[in-house]
């Protein structure tokens, strides 16, 4: 048996989000039927980590265990030819057997596109998630170093959550304009608990829109209280843009 | 009766363009819906002008006449309670009586963006033409002095036009870097004939992959000769920006 990564991209507008659900359209839904489709074997995939429905990924990880003939290197494009469009596989690798996308894991980019405007508008809103104005950008931007560093993040987690440490170190975090009325947010770190950057980029927003004071932040992330936080922002605007190993 | 104009934003992928065509998705047809549904009245909307199938606005140019009692400056709001989500009216005025989007119209602004990639790319597709490697940026951009100033573009149009003149004036154009690997040419003139966009676009991104030389480009142009051109770019690239008046 080999073990094959593969790089995958999809705009997730139209799945459930990445894990198989019977009888609904789901990332790994796809995945393991294109592979059966390529190599006749019903195959398991792990990847890196649940996306929720709508959310989208530039490049995420997702390996599988084979005995198909095709070279590594070319898995990839005979997978394709069974996925729909909203779903490509941008690579594929054989790696260590014992490898795992999400255990191995080591760090994790996200990016949470934006924009503000009185209505919403049609040619944004495939991957980017609609914000009433005011936003202050230069306010909202000043939060940004509360939130570095190694945190306990309970506060900043759906109630879903079921891990053992709630702790999580943030590595870097920017807020850029990206066109007119248009910002990304892009938040790096070692993990990231369940909705946690849809809350991070809630709250920030929020500060923008004047409804969270900027000087409450510090006291929001010690609170570890979730209903302090701003709302979990809406999926549209969230992509996993990058897996470190 | 009062003339109202509205401003149109819509992602045109669902749709067979502007054009009203009958048991067909279109831009036209949909705006037509949704305001005989806000004020009971058949009307006839007439646009700045056709967009094809697959091609998005940010701002098109919409008017038609009514006798509805709402506030010229509410109109759209109401309209936009009957219209699907990819087609939104940012705006509604009242007009003179003569004005006429497509015959009043002194200048138009496209954009086309695409991205260039060894595979289609999911997260760019919405919005953006799929281009192959390789791509020489500056070398396409050397030749957009030539596309400056009144031609006769009868060679940069499709067979299907039917106008008096196939001369057109450039006022502006640009080709910038949009991202990793992304492109916008940005267009403006005193008008474009049917497909004329799309023609140049196919042809600077024809420039820049090597396929055709850039010492050809004025001859190409002074030939009239469709043939010699680039191919028509996807319509998914395409953008109309702006009106002017």
């Known amino acids: 048996m080999r073990k094959i990564l593969l790089k995958v991209q999809f705009l997730g507008t139209n799945y459930c989000g990445w894990q198989y659900q019977e009888g609904l359209p789901t990332i790994q839904g796809e995945l393991e039927r294109a592979i059966f489709e390529t190599t006749g074997e019903h195959v398991s995939c792990a990847s890196s980590g649940r996306t929720d429905a709508g959310v989208h990924a530039i490049a995420m990880p997702v390996v599988f265990e084979t005995n198909t003939r095709i070279i590594s290197g070319n898995i990839y494009k005979a997978i394709n030819a069974y996925l729909p469009t909203d779903i490509r596989v941008l690579s594929s690798m054989e790696v260590e057997g014992d490898f795992h996308p999400r255990f191995d894991c080591v760090g994790k980019t996200y990016a949470y596109h934006f924009y503000v405007s009185n209505i919403p508008l049609p040619y944004l809103s495939s991957t980017q998630a609609y914000i009433v104005p005011p936003f202050n ?64 980029a809630g709250t920030i927003i929020e500060v923008g829109q004047g409804k969270i004071n900027s000087a409450d932040i510090p006291a929001i992330i010690a609170s570890k209280d979730r209903s302090r936080a701003g709302k979990t922002a809406p999926a549209v605007g969230l992509v996993l843009e990058s897996v470190d190993y």
């Open 137 to 200: 950008f230069e306010l909202a931007r000043s939060v940004l170093p509360h939130f570095r560093g190694k945190h306990d993040w309970v506060g900043f987690a759906s109630a879903k959550i079921e891990v053992s440490s709630t702790i999580r170190t943030i590595k870097r975090i920017s807020l850029s304009r990206a066109g007119e009325n248009q910002y990304c947010l892009r938040v790096s770190g070692d993990g990231f608990l369940y909705n946690m950057v849809r809350i991070i």
